[in-house]
């Protein structure tokens, strides 16, 4: 691969590890605060492949290191997908998913459709009507279920039980081994760099999975501490580096590094996060093909299994049947801060029985316990960032229209006022037709309508109040919102950015048009887009320092963690800034651009929400 594109590659992989959200350290549930228990879900099944449920404490043998452990904790625990009380059982939102998940009787299932490595052709038609049947059939009525490629975003994973959706979702699948025609404007980028080395893009694509793969298991991890499956749909791949055996083959792997061995890295992050990963080849039996013990390894040291049958439904059934019932073993020792593997062996003593089980676990060392603190303590919101998400009004809030209100100092004493409103389009029997303003700062300074485009006015920088009304064509009251705003803290900061005005573009004179000063586009209210759409923001720095104040940008996601800086740019007029963002690589879920200006020690940040529904 050339060094052109190897940066290409640099640049898409970074950006899409970000979106995935890939845990360079993933918690361990093996050891909780306050306990020395480590736990280990053991699926026992016969020769027919059905789980056996007769089996008592007794009939376990653990070993931790070769070294055997009395079992403290015993249970069996049995989730045929079947609803045993009246709850509710559509899934409202993915914070109900999270809680449903932490019950012992709810099987929680994440399929991952491998697209760049499934034939376009022949196995994507067996993969594609295999999973729909699976969706349909093989699955409980209580069962989570979610679906998801290398290019979507872990905000974008929906657990769901609701069949039928998903079951459309499946017929649009595709499968692109060997076709390199971009989805985004990122694989679009790397094409153009290495379309001269298709090798080069192949060993790109199998990073993109193993990534993908990884991400998954850790928001996995974060469903509770029962067994999770995560169903892998791919031919297969093997990453750099991944060709290595397994971690029960001969040695115990304390002495193998998890950090150079891609297939140790993704197996440790399974096991702390207690997910089995099944891998279903679409492709069926192959004769005389190598193993991949890449696969094999990922698969046998999570407690899953590598799938090679003609028959497609059999795997999806036996990866549910799998994990109907499983016994919950516990056993107790000190919590070791050595940083190596330690391997667990289960074993029945019945004869005939094949057990299944995570390998082993990773202990921490007590420098990444102190790093996780302080990244648990970094990740906590800041107020500003929990207050710009809390302001997205979700679909069916009954808000008739989104409204913007900003300010920002003009100097000697004087602000503008910009007010702007859209129809929100996802309400039902929308029939906002007008918005007006009554404004005051101790007296009306201002009383009209506001324009869907925009309107602006003049007034002195005081505490202005401000409140709207939505009326229908008929002038009936829908909706009635209230605002402040003060533009004194601006006007007293050594630096400050005024408050951030958006645009929407969506072709390709609009987008032209905000290389203006006076840009001929409307300021957009919402705060809901499209992925083929662009967003535009403009901000002024204000103060004393704001003649040397330096603007800069970055996208965040929905757990305020940074994705990637964003580019900012003077306009025509000096003072103003303005930031670009095309929203066709992204994936639905809820997103916001933090905007700083920082001049010698002043800084400043505005947040600016946003939504990207489809």
């Known amino acids: 691969m050339s060094g052109r594109a190897r940066g290409a590659a640099t640049v898409l992989v970074s950006v899409l590890a970000c979106r995935l959200l890939v845990a360079q350290e993933p918690q361990a549930p093996v050891f909780r605060t306050g306990t020395n228990i480590v736990r280990v879900d053991a699926t026992v099944i016969d020769r027919s492949g059905n789980p056996v449920p007769s089996l ?18 015993f249970k069996f625990i049995v989730a045929d997908g079947k609803s045993t009380d009246d709850r509710s059982l559509p899934i409202r939102s993915q914070a109900h998913a999270a809680s449903e998940a932490e019950r012992d009787d709810v099987r929680t299932f994440l399929i991952l459709w491998d697209e760049y490595h499934i034939d376009e052709f ?8 295999a999973l729909e049947q699976a969706v349909l059939t093989a699955f409980g009525e209580t069962d989570l279920v979610a679906l998801m490629d290398q290019l979507t975003p872990i905000s974008a ?19 692109r081994r060997g076709v390199y025609l971009s989805r985004s404007a990122l694989e679009d980028a790397l094409m153009r760099a290495a379309i001269s080395d298709p090798g080069g893009i192949e060993a790109l694509r199998s990073m993109v999975t193993f990534d ?26 093997t990453p750099r580096g991944g060709d290595g055996q397994s971690l029960g083959s001969g040695s115990d792997g304390r002495g193998r590094s998890g950090s150079s061995d891609p297939a140790l890295d993704l197996v440790r992050t399974a096991n702390d996060s207690n997910v089995a990963i099944h891998i279903i080849d679409p492709r069926g039996l192959q004769v005389g093909s190598r193993p991949n013990f890449f696969l094999q390894t990922i698969t046998a040291d999570t407690g899953g299994e590598l799938y090679r049958t003609n028959d497609l439904r059999i ?22 801060r050595d940083g190596r593997f330690h391997q667990i062996k289960v074993q029945v003593k019945r004869r005939g029985l094949d057990v299944r089980a995570r390998s082993g ?48 100092p003009l100097g000697d004493g004087r602000m503008q006022v910009t007010l702007a409103w859209t129809r929100r389009a996802n309400e039902p029997r929308n029939s906002a037709a007008r918005v007006t303003v009554i404004a005051k700062a101790g007296d009306v300074v201002f009383d009209g309508p506001v324009q869907p485009d925009g309107t602006m006015f003049e007034t002195g920088v005081a505490d202005l109040q401000l409140a709207f009304t939505v009326l229908s064509a008929d002038g009936q009251v829908l909706d009635r919102q209230a605002r402040t705003l003060d533009a004194s803290t601006m006007t007293a900061a050594a630096v400050a950015l005024s408050t951030p005005v958006v645009y929407r573009a969506s072709t390709a004179a609009q987008v032209r048009a905000m290389q203006e000063s006076a840009p001929a586009v409307p300021v957009h ?15 002024s720095p204000v103060g004393a320092g704001s ?10 996601d929905r757990r305020g963690a940074t994705l990637v800086g964003l580019p900012v740019m003077p306009v025509a007029a000096q003072d103003t800034w303005q930031l670009e963002l095309p929203l066709g690589s992204l994936g639905a879920g809820d997103y916001a651009l933090e905007l700083d200006a920082e001049s010698g020690d002043h800084r400043d940040r505005a947040v600016v929400p946003f939504r990207l529904s489809r």
């Open 122 to 129: 022949a196995s994507s038609y067996r993969a594609r009507g």
């Open 547 to 556: 003649s040397t104040a330096a603007v800069t940008a970055k996208l965040l």
């Open 361 to 408: 676990y990773w202990a921490p060392r007590a420098e990444e316990i102190e790093r996780a603190k302080m990244t648990a303590a970094a990740a906590v919101l800041a107020p500003d960032i929990t207050n710009a998400f809390a302001s997205l009004a979700p679909a069916g809030s009954g808000r008739q229209a989104d409204i913007f209100a900003g300010s920002k």
């Open 525 to 539: 209210a919402g705060r809901e887009f499209e992925r083929t759409e662009r967003i535009f923001v403009r901000v």
């Open 56 to 73: 008592t404490a007794d009939d376990f043998e653990i070993r931790e290191d070769g070294v055997p452990q009395a079992i403290s904790s």
């Open 212 to 237: 993908a793969i990884k991400a998954a298991a850790t928001h996995l991890g974060t469903f509770g501490e029962g067994r999770k499956t995560l169903i892998v749909v791919s031919e297969g791949f």
């Open 157 to 175: 994973i929906e657990f769901t039980r609701a069949r039928r959706e998903m079951a459309d979702q499946i017929r649009k699948l595709k499968g």
């Open 315 to 336: 795997p999806f059934e036996k990866a549910v049947r799998a994990a109907s019932a499983f016994y919950l073993l516990g056993y107790t020792r000190d919590a070791p």
